[in-house]
């Protein structure tokens, strides 16, 4: 039959259809894992191909492959690198343990495409084999922990990184914007001593710049790859000078300095910088639940809330009550970093699931971790831009609360003792008077000192 082509495994042969780069390994485990849908995410695909990129390279050099197919290889993998073929990428997220399967579809699509540049018949595998050649001195065992290392780093210095630096540079903005604006600070959701609009945006502008360098470090254990180890961590068919010559070249790749992982095994074994990265996710996650409620809680309103602040009206917000925006980006912000949570429980629970000489639980570290990145990356961007840039604030609400709050008698307990201050504080909730009008009336101070001691701009003005 014209329209497919028989391939052969150690199981046996089947029919592949003619069109497809993948083959008959692929085709099993589509098979077999029909189980959410899910496909590699491109990143992912796109750290694999690099691999195989920078190993074909190396192995040409060494004299390991033929050279014409070690070009035929970087060809392949470099027309896939551009956006070809991106639909041959098939195996289910959840599918063989290790990532066998994801990995063999890779050295399928490779070898396959590879085939034809060299002007031969896909399914040719004598010609350009994906285990001989596309796979050479390879195994899934050190091939996919660096794919992940390698989706890591790409993930973040395309998408979290730069979103974390704008989002900074937005609140640091919004900070000198607003340093004037003095508000009603609010601990337990209770009234507090005022502070600047401005200073609870560079608060948050810290915040991140703090997630931004944690995330930095924790990147550092992802430049340290085990590739070179082979099925064990032993190096078995590999080139004496393979682990080195590969990393430098999939170094020159990403334009991220690489170095071979000092002890092989460790490098095979421990999931330990996925954990590590996905908690610093995490800890980030955390900061910006809080940020984002914040957020809605200034927002609140119109009527019945804070309303101190106005987030960016950017789509109407309900389907039955006319004129209502609700604060849909901190909102989203939220709903985003719950799942990268989850992601961080996964990722967890899968890296203290290895045994022996290997982690079996690697494809769903890969998806979760790379995915995490990519969405956190994403949302932090989207926030920035569409929320947090186009914040306007009420300067005579904010003032307004301010002024009522009953926590300015804190700055009176130097003066006139705490158990006064608590008794004209309580005399003024009771009564409606001012704190200044009962402190007046009771004599405990003069009308020059409440004017000194009283003064809104210098209690809320932050230490330098």
């Given at each position: 039959m014209e329209d497919v082509r028989i391939e052969r495994d150690s199981m046996g042969e089947r029919q592949i259809p003619h069109t497809v780069y993948y083959g008959i390994q692929t085709l099993r485990a589509v098979e077999n894992f029909p189980i959410s849908g899910l496909k590699p995410l491109a990143t992912y695909v796109d750290a694999c191909v690099l691999i195989k990129k920078a190993t074909a390279i190396a192995n040409g050099e060494l004299g390991c492959i033929p050279p014409e197919l070690s070009v035929a290889i970087v060809q392949a993998a470099d027309e896939v690198l551009l956006g070809n073929l991106r639909d041959q990428f098939v195996v289910d997220v959840y599918q063989a343990g290790a990532g066998t399967?994801?990995?063999?579809?890779?050295?399928?699509?490779?070898?396959?495409?590879?085939?034809?540049?060299?002007?031969?018949?896909?399914?040719?595998?004598?010609?350009?084999?994906?285990?001989?050649?596309?796979?050479?001195?390879q195994s899934t065992n050190d091939v996919i922990p660096t794919a992940i290392r390698i989706g890591g780093l790409l993930a973040l210095e395309h998408t979290m990184l730069p979103a974390?630096?704008?989002?900074?540079?937005?609140?640091?903005?919004?900070?000198?914007?607003?340093?004037?604006?003095?508000?009603?600070g609010r601990t337990h959701l209770q009234?507090?001593?005022?502070?600047?609009?401005?200073?609870?945006?560079?608060?948050?502008?810290?915040?991140?710049?703090?997630?931004?360098?944690?995330?930095?470090t924790a990147a550092q254990d992802l430049t340290v790859i085990g590739l070179g180890g082979s099925a064990a961590g032993t190096g078995m068919n590999t080139h004496p000078h393979y682990r080195v010559r590969v990393a430098e070249i999939l170094s020159d790749l990403i334009g991220t300095p690489l170095k071979?992982?000092?002890?092989?095994?460790?490098?095979?074994?421990?999931?330990?910088?996925?954990?590590?990265?996905?908690?610093?996710?995490?800890?980030?996650?955390?900061?910006?639940?809080?940020?984002?409620?914040?957020?809605?809680?200034?927002?609140?309103?119109?009527?019945?809330?804070?309303?101190?602040?106005?987030?960016?009206?950017?789509?109407?917000?309900?389907?039955?009550?006319p004129g209502k925006y609700n604060p849909v980006m901190a909102e989203m912000t939220s709903m985003v970093c719950f799942q990268v949570m989850g992601y961080d429980a996964a990722i967890a629970l899968a890296a203290q699931a290895g045994q022996l000489e290997l982690n079996v639980?690697?494809?769903?570290?890969?998806?979760?971790?790379?995915?995490?990145?990519?969405?956190?990356?994403?949302?932090?961007?989207?926030?920035s831009?569409?929320?947090?840039?186009?914040?306007?604030?009420?300067?005579?609400?904010?003032?307004a609360y301010a002024e009522g709050s009953l926590a300015l008698v804190t700055a009176l307990n130097p003066h006139i003792g705490y158990l006064n201050?608590?008794?004209?504080?309580?005399?003024?909730?009771?009564?409606?008077?001012?704190?200044?009008?009962?402190?007046l009336e009771k004599g405990l101070m003069s009308e020059a000192e409440l004017v000194s001691v009283l003064n809104l701009e210098a209690m809320s003005a932050m230490l330098t």
């Amino acid at each position: 039959m014209e329209d497919v082509r028989i391939e052969r495994d150690s199981m046996g042969e089947r029919q592949i259809p003619h069109t497809v780069y993948y083959g008959i390994q692929t085709l099993r485990a589509v098979e077999n894992f029909p189980i959410s849908g899910l496909k590699p995410l491109a990143t992912y695909v796109d750290a694999c191909v690099l691999i195989k990129k920078a190993t074909a390279i190396a192995n040409g050099e060494l004299g390991c492959i033929p050279p014409e197919l070690s070009v035929a290889i970087v060809q392949a993998a470099d027309e896939v690198l551009l956006g070809n073929l991106r639909d041959q990428f098939v195996v289910d997220v959840y599918q063989a343990g290790a990532g066998t399967s994801h990995h063999m579809n890779v050295n399928e699509v490779l070898a396959n495409r590879a085939l034809e540049i060299l002007g031969d018949a896909k399914g040719n595998y004598q010609r350009v084999s994906p285990n001989d050649h596309v796979n050479y001195g390879q195994s899934t065992n050190d091939v996919i922990p660096t794919a992940i290392r390698i989706g890591g780093l790409l993930a973040l210095e395309h998408t979290m990184l730069p979103a974390l630096q704008e989002a900074i540079a937005t609140l640091t903005a919004k900070a000198t914007e607003f340093q004037h604006v003095v508000k009603s600070g609010r601990t337990h959701l209770q009234d507090a001593v005022p502070v600047r609009m401005g200073d609870t945006f560079g608060a948050w502008a810290q915040i991140l710049t703090d997630h931004l360098r944690r995330l930095q470090t924790a990147a550092q254990d992802l430049t340290v790859i085990g590739l070179g180890g082979s099925a064990a961590g032993t190096g078995m068919n590999t080139h004496p000078h393979y682990r080195v010559r590969v990393a430098e070249i999939l170094s020159d790749l990403i334009g991220t300095p690489l170095k071979p992982a000092p002890h092989l095994m460790a490098a095979m074994q421990s999931m330990a910088p996925f954990v590590n990265v996905s908690g610093a996710l995490r800890n980030l996650a955390q900061d910006l639940v809080k940020i984002s409620h914040d957020l809605r809680l200034m927002d609140s309103g119109p009527k019945t809330g804070f309303k101190e602040i106005q987030l960016p009206p950017v789509q109407p917000g309900s389907s039955i009550m006319p004129g209502k925006y609700n604060p849909v980006m901190a909102e989203m912000t939220s709903m985003v970093c719950f799942q990268v949570m989850g992601y961080d429980a996964a990722i967890a629970l899968a890296a203290q699931a290895g045994q022996l000489e290997l982690n079996v639980m690697m494809p769903l570290i890969a998806y979760d971790l790379i995915h995490s990145i990519e969405i956190l990356g994403n949302t932090v961007m989207a926030l920035s831009q569409r929320g947090i840039a186009g914040i306007t604030v009420d300067g005579d609400r904010c003032l307004a609360y301010a002024e009522g709050s009953l926590a300015l008698v804190t700055a009176l307990n130097p003066h006139i003792g705490y158990l006064n201050a608590a008794a004209v504080a309580k005399e003024s909730l009771e009564t409606g008077k001012s704190l200044r009008q009962i402190v007046l009336e009771k004599g405990l101070m003069s009308e020059a000192e409440l004017v000194s001691v009283l003064n809104l701009e210098a209690m809320s003005a932050m230490l330098t």
